[in-house]
């Protein structure tokens, strides 16, 4: 039995459930994390330029990181 369940809502009507142990849930969440300030940290151009994070774009209420590229 899982400790904890992730939904990720794919499109208005299929969602994907994960099923994982607390332990696997805080690995996810710490991967998520990271690639959310990786990704804005990008975006933001280099420090003392005065760049922006953009405002991320929504879609199903989700927002938009951009496209997926594997570590």
């Known amino acids: 039995m899982a400790d904890v369940s992730v939904r990720f809502a794919m499109t208005n009507d299929s969602e994907v459930v994960l099923n994982l142990s607390l332990p696997q849930a805080l690995r996810l969440m710490e991967a998520i994390a990271r ?3 990786e990704t804005l940290a990008e975006r933001s ?17 989700m927002p938009s990181l951009g496209p997926y590229s594997p570590s």
């Open 35 to 37: 690639k959310v300030g």
């Open 45 to 61: 151009g280099p420090p003392g330029v005065g760049g922006v994070v953009p405002t991320p774009q929504t879609a199903n209420g």
